[in-house]
Structure formats: C-alpha cells, structure tokens
C-alpha cells in the first residue's frame, strides 16, 4: 500500500494518523510542488477491493516550495486532516505552516485545501507545526523553538470555513522543545509535554526531568485555555524522561517516566491523573513505581488507558527471564478513585530478550502488547499478544505473527488498536531492501469468532533499503 512513483528519499511514512476507514500519510520527500516540497497521501479502507486500502488523494500544499518538509506531521479526525509544514519559509525562514483539508471541500470525497495556519508572531527557524493535533472542531499547532508556544484554531471562528486563532499558549520555564514530545487534544482537555524542561531540577546546567502541561477549555474565559496543571516528576532526575508517554481518556491521564539514573536511583514509574469536574484541575491520584523496583526494567516506556484500566510497560522486566518484559494493568477502584494494580501480564512463551510491553494499546477490554524482539519466526522478528478481560484477570488470547515473519523483522515496534482493528508496524523488514520496513493489519474475527487474522501487509511499492517504514503507526 503505498502511491506509485515514489522514489528512495520521499521519506514516505514520516507521519501516519488514522480515523475510523481512512489513513493519511506523511512523505516530506516528495517533489510535487518542488524539491522536497513535500506531501500526504490518503487511503481509504475497501477502495480497490476488501480489506485493500486504496489510494483516494495525494495532499499537497497550495503553495508549497521547496524544503518546505510538507508531511512532517499529520493528524485527522471524521473528515479533516491537518498537514505539518515545519520548514515553510512564507513568512520567515523555516518559520512553518500548518493546512487544514476537509473531505467534502470543492466536492463530494475532493479533500479540499480549506485553510493555511500560520503563526500569528512568526519567528525565524521555529518550526510551527512541528506537532499538530485536532479533535472535533479544535486543532493546535506547536512552535516548539523560538517562541515555545503552541497554538489553539476553533473551526468557523472568524467566518464560514474559517480557522481562526482562540490562544496562545505559553509557559514561562519551557525549554526550546515545548510541544515536540507530544500534543494530545481530547474533548475540553489539551495536554503538551516538554521532556526537555527543567521541571524539578534545580539545577540549570543540568539536563531538565521533564513536563507535562494541561490546558482545559474556557478556564480563564470563552476559548481561554488556561493552564490547570503543571506535572513534574517529583524525584527531580536529570535526562529520566518524565513524559515519554502520555495517554489520556475522558478524566483520566497516565504519564510515563521510563528512565533511572545509575543503580540507586528510583525506578520508572507511572504517574496517574484525575481531573476535578468542578473547576476543571488536574490533581495526581497516585504515583505508582515500578512493582519489582528494578532500575533498568523501562517500567513506564509505553502507556495506555481507556476506561477503568490502564495499561503499563516495562520491556525489560525480568520476572520470567532478562529482558523479557511485562505489562502491569490498574484499575480505578470506587468510590475511592485510587488505582490499584490487578494484573501483570507476560507472554505464555516468555523468553530472554522478547521486549514485551515496548508498545501497548489498549482498546475498552482488550489489550494489545508488542514483542519486537521475540524469535518465533526468526531471531527478533518480533509478534503481537492480545489479552482479552475476564472480571480482574487478563488471559492471553492470541499470539500474532506475520504470515512472512523472518529474522530481524521487529514486528511489534509499534501498534495502534481501535475497536477490532490493529496495526503494527515491521519496521526492519527487508522486503524492499534491508530495514525497508513493512506494517500489518489485523482484523478480529478474521479467520473465525474472536479471532485474529492479518487482511493486509502494507508495504512501499517502491521501498528502499534503511527507510523503516512502520517505525509509527
């Protein structure tokens, strides 16, 4: 699955989003407009066949230019899609853009270019639109360097089709990486992490512990946006990646810090999130450190939560075996909201060096972990274990391998899980040449009830050595 005439360079999978049936991805390389201009390709799910995702659009910019690195980032949601263009020199040099397409814009399925962002205070070398995200009628914008802020549109403000600008965000202690690591934008809530910040560290010659900000909705007045919370890691570790991962599901957020620093330093740990309905804060809930309190067991690399569970990851536990990995589930108890952990999951064939938990996602009550160094098919071709909810338990259900797994492969690197899809990326497979990468779709119920057969292994027509595609999805 990928357009024809791609070339090596196009960078084709830089970014990947997806929202129910279709799938949008990022090609910073392409020439269309000129030389590395840049551009993001639009699939759709059973166009050209059952189970085919076929190419319906190629997005480019109206008045894209050269190394303007269109596609760098993408973000969809029902039928809009906003592009990243980090390098776009309109206004300053590689001060960025961002565009806005909708699906029924100049025609029914046209994907119509509906509004260029741009910074209202551009800066020289910022890189707006280094991170976007959208949800409903809201996207933001990251300008993570020179101004490290990042930017809130309210579709129709301004006028019919408008995209106008509601706020400005802003903190006063942000590194130059505010909003590189991770927007996350859900109904009222809007979540930015800085990995670079100072946070807890006193000292400024030392590397920052990291931040996470929260932003809701009309704090402060209509469309305001005013900061609820600050969240820092408390431990105060220099480089110990506070906020790697974040996720977050109607009141609840998890964020993961993964690293230690030397052997007598904490483990990782999970930090849980409530907000408060009446005034809109986010208050920690509880600090949950790693259960074997082993300092190189990457608890907290990989996070998700839906619901009354959250999962954790920690790749490199040792409970079966070195570097086997687990993932540890919580659940909120009631009426206290306190979290409590009820299982910890490991592969029923567990071994030395899988990585299990290196990615997670989570889906209402089935859990997905990827194991991209586990050797069913090779050494480190990698596989996928889904766990399905019993009351408290969680029990394996299924291991997934591809149909044409072989060493090296690290199928697992990255999975993405919604109702009764996943995909999961490959991203050293050598169909193309070595580590061109590869990803698969799995589909529930394909094969039999409950469950899980591959429908799809997406791949670059024109792939070439060392490109990794699937190293996101």
Not at 197 to 218: E, K, M, W
Not at 339 to 354: E, F, S
């Amino acid at each position: 699955m990928s357009p024809i005439g791609l070339r090596g360079g196009d960078n084709f999978g830089r970014s990947v989003a997806i929202s129910g049936d279709v799938l949008v991805v990022g090609a910073t390389g392409t020439d269309l407009n000129d030389s590395k201009s840049g551009s993001a390709f639009v699939f759709k799910k059973d166009v050209g066949g059952v189970n085919n995702w076929g190419q319906i659009k190629t997005l480019i910019a109206s008045d894209g230019q050269k190394n303007d690195a269109f596609g760098n980032d993408v973000a969809i949601f029902d039928g809009t899609i906003v592009v990243g263009a980090r390098l776009s020199d309109t206004l300053e040099l590689d001060a960025g853009a961002a565009y806005i397409y909708d699906e029924n814009f100049g025609g029914s399925n046209n994907w119509g270019e509906v509004k260029k962002l741009q910074s209202s205070n551009p800066k020289l070398r910022d890189n707006f639109a280094s991170s976007v995200a959208i949800d409903g009628d809201t996207v933001v914008v990251s300008a993570p360097f020179s101004q490290r802020a990042a930017f809130v549109y309210l579709r129709n403000f301004g006028g019919v089709n408008e995209w106008g600008e509601v706020k400005k965000i802003e903190v006063d202690d942000s590194s130059n990486r505010f909003g590189f690591s991770s927007i996350v934008i859900a109904d009222d809530l809007l979540v930015i992490g800085d990995y670079f910040s100072q946070g807890a560290v006193t000292n400024p010659g030392s590397n920052g512990s990291g931040a996470v900000y929260g932003f809701s909705r009309d704090v402060g007045g209509q469309e305001n946006w005013g900061e609820v919370a600050k969240i820092i890691d408390n431990d105060g570790l220099p480089g110990a990646g506070f906020g790697r991962s974040v996720a977050i599901d109607g009141n609840f957020m998890v964020i993961g810090r993964h690293l230690s620093i030397g052997i007598l330093t904490p483990p990782g740990a999970a930090y849980l999130f409530q907000r408060d309905s009446t005034n809109g804060s986010w208050n920690q809930a509880q600090k949950i450190d790693d259960f074997i309190d082993f300092s190189g067991s990457r608890f907290g690399y990989s996070v998700s939560v839906d619901g009354e569970f959250a999962a954790v990851g920690a790749f490199r536990d040792p409970l079966v075996a070195p570097d086997a990995g687990s993932v540890s589930i919580l659940r909120k108890r009631l009426p206290t909201d306190s979290w409590r952990l009820v299982d910890k999951v490991t592969a029923l064939d567990a071994q030395a060096g899988d990585f299990f938990g290196r990615s997670v996602s989570l889906y209402r009550n089935t859990l997905a972990v990827g194991a991209y160094t586990e050797d069913e098919n090779g050494s480190n071709s990698g596989a996928i274990y889904i766990f399905e909810r019993g009351l408290e338990q969680w029990p394996q259900a299924a291991k997934l391998l591809a149909s044409d797994g072989a060493a090296a492969d690290r199928l697992g690197q990255s999975i993405s899980l919604e109702r009764n899809t996943l995909v999961a990326g490959a991203f050293f497979d050598n169909d193309n040449g070595s580590k061109s990468g590869s990803a698969y779709v799995f589909e529930r119920n394909e094969g039999g009830p409950n469950k899980w057969g591959e429908v799809r292994k997406l791949i670059a027509s024109d792939g070439l050595s060392n490109e990794l595609f699937g190293i996101s999805v």
